[in-house]
């Protein structure tokens, strides 16, 4: 079975904390709740995607992608916003959201299937509950997010509003036309928005050289006119570093910016991929030894912001939430099948009232194709 | 359902081509609502390769008027994210021959934003779409690809015949909080002029219009195709009612299945493509609904199945009033 060759990406890169988690860098300005907090994050990332995924063995769940590897990444880049920024995430980037106070059991009944208006009627978020950052709805098309985003922050631009728009791309999008088309028009409209490749060096099983022969993906920011950083995408503490200096400037009215992260999928794409058919599993090992967890939790610990004791109390705690999330998500009822009819056009027009009647119909065990007139069932 | 009557107020009036009243209600939208903004290329300092935006830069500045890099889904996907944050935008796509490249935006944002939020978060654009054929534009110039965008749900596809019901479709079209795609066929947009209504009104986005009563056969139609419909009533020796379908997305399908049902023949008549047109759409609503009051099979008059032809071939291609005209009067004609 023929296996891809891997080609390690150059490490010549922005890095504050080693893989040993020592410093080698300048450590950015937090105290320590929150050094916590990210921490926090990065722990509950971790055993919310473990639950999720027993979930999905045991059939609750579809399908799922994990950000297991590439926690830091996402982490560093939404902790770098502020209150009332806006953030397009893929769906590889659940530890941003919950930075940001995203619920898990508004996220595991996604994972569900459920339709998001069942889930806000059974899960509501209350009044003053909301993240304080504004997620869009998780994208699925890759690189579709990317124009929006443009398009969010040429709004706050136009507006003399100071929030800023950060984004996701990961390697295999910048192949997508919405990837040029986004920088493009993000540089010649100067925009304040952030995009941050998530470069895990795999799009399934198709990897990172395959999608360019650039050098560095940081340097396609130089073709739109858009500065950009090139960092070590494990180290929590260098993506933040360098997308608080990418928000700041765009905050300051100073344009976008392009933020390569380099990191590595270490798990399957999702839960219906199977990485061994195409690639050679002793790079996890590599890789492993360069995970972004642990490496924080070394430099937390050494630092004596944490100590053993502190993260089995996290542990414990965050285990409790989790399984009260999971609770919770199973309380919400299948969605109504007519719930697929919601929020597409306002008003009900012929058509959708009469395939209603005959959904409702089906359900009922009656015949729904009886009405010869296109009045039988006002 | 609602006439024609409907639309004029007892104000002034005053006659207009497409073109002139298509600027003048962007204008008078932009005045009324700051957030409205437009998007696309040449339609700056140019004023629009057919001038529908002629003068709006100087008025309103390129905050307002925004020229931007020649990219349609660039242009698309921009300006969802803006409407996502609350800006009515009017992007222009400015032949539909070059609308596909924006189908990846079309599809995936435009489209479903509104529903994959669980109705959080709205799209209120309106995509005006330049097309149709007959002006020796040649092939991509020419495009009448509509049944790509009424296949799709959530977006209303709104189409006028004219420009009295161009100003009320596209006021509204602009006000509505659901995307729009509003088409303008460059044929009508200097080849005609009619009293406009100076004050301020707009049409519903959903219903149809009778633009002509008759008793004997109903010929469902619209855009440029209207008046060609209206030529062909005039020649025969029949009573023909003529549907007006305004809105191709959500169907006004109560007034189409009215008509049928009262005349008892009809005719799909229109310029896009025969199969899967619209027109494939209707008969099949017609046959399943109103198939007892028929006194003949539904013809479809249309254009043919082929790219657009070029310039010296053009008019064979366009449906004109004679097409109209023979499938009127093959129904008439026929016998069970």
Redesign the interface.
Known sequence: MALWSEEKPSEDFYRVLAPDGSLVGEPPDLDDDELRALYWTLKQTRQYEERALRLQRSGEVSIISRSRGEEATPLGAAAALEPDDWCFPLYRQIPGLFYWGARMDRALAGLMGLEPETIDEHLPVEEGEEPAVNFSPVYVPLGANLPNTVGSALADKLNDRDTVSLTFVGDGSTSEGDFHEALNFAGVFDVPAVFVCQNNQWAISVPAHRQTASETFAQKGDAYGIPNERVDGNDVFAVYEKCKEAVDRARAGEGPTFVECVTYRIVEHNTADEPSVYRDEEQREYWLERDPVDRFEAYLLNEGVVDEADIEGIEAEIEELVDAAVSSARTVPDSAPEEMFSNHLRGESWNERHQRAELRRELDGENPFTDWTGEGFQ | MSDASTVADDGATTERNLVETINRTLAAEMRNDDSV?LMGYDIGPIGGVYRTTDGLLDEFGE?RVID??L?E??I????????????R?VPEIQFMGFFY?AF??FM??LVK?????????DVPLTVRMVCGGGVKASEYHSESTETYLVHT????VVYPSGPAEAKGLLAASIR???PVVFMEHKKLYRTHREPVPEEAYTLPL?EARIAREGEDVTVLTWGAMVRHAETAADRVDADVEIVDLRVLS?????TV?ESVKKTGRCVVFHEARRTLGLGAELAA?VN?????RLHAPIRRATGYDVHFPGNVIEEEYLPDPDRAQYAIEAVMDYEF
């Open positions: 903004r905050e931007t890099p990219s889904n660039g698309l996907g921009t300006a969802v994210g803006m409407a996502m944050r609350g800006e935008v490249p990846g935006q995936y944002t934003t509104h529903e994959r939020s669980g109705g959080n978060i749900p959530g977006v209303r509505h909080d659901d959903d959500p169907l006004d399908v109560e299945l609503l399943e609904y109103a198939f007892d």
